[in-house]
């Protein structure tokens, strides 16, 4: 699977550039301080674990808000994740025709469409989000680029989609 990048911030700090590809069952996470091999064993608790560069990790995450809270050795980290191509779309303001125009929210990395958040006819705000979209285990909350209406829905729940792919237009 190609890379992906992502744009990570953590406890409200700065943000952090990190990169995901997936490499069979592992997952390569490259940020300044270098690649980590990470594999994520399944489970069904809210206590999982992962093997981080060799060395066996035990911890708990919720999402809530769009924010991952997660607890790590008793140290508990906040972490907001934002594909970093939709974050510089974001800061363009959205993929629009024209001002004032409908806003086409297409997808931006491959992935599995886990739920639509809004129904056709709903007003939306700006950076509310739309759906949620599994890509490589990562659950990625598809922000409105602009307030408007929804004007249509292009997907349903369990539906593949492809980078590109329109899912929701806003108008």
Known sequence: MPETRYSCKVNG???VQVAVEQVAEQILL???EGTHAVEIHPSRQSIRSATIDNRQVEFGVVKRDGVYQILIDGIDYEVQVVDA??????????ESSGGGGAAQVKAPIPGLVVRVLVESGEQVSRDQPLLI????K???EILSPSDGTVASISVKPG????KG???IEVS
Request: glycine share 10%; no cysteine; hydrophobic share 40%.
């Open 30 to 32: 490259t940020d300044d």
């Open 159 to 162: 539906q593949a989609v492809e």
């Open 133 to 136: 979209l599994d890509a490589m």
């Open 138 to 140: 990562l659950e990625n």
């Open 13 to 15: 700090g700065d943000s």
């Open 165 to 167: 792919e329109p899912l």
């Open 85 to 94: 191509r939709f974050e510089k779309l974001l800061a363009l303001g959205g």
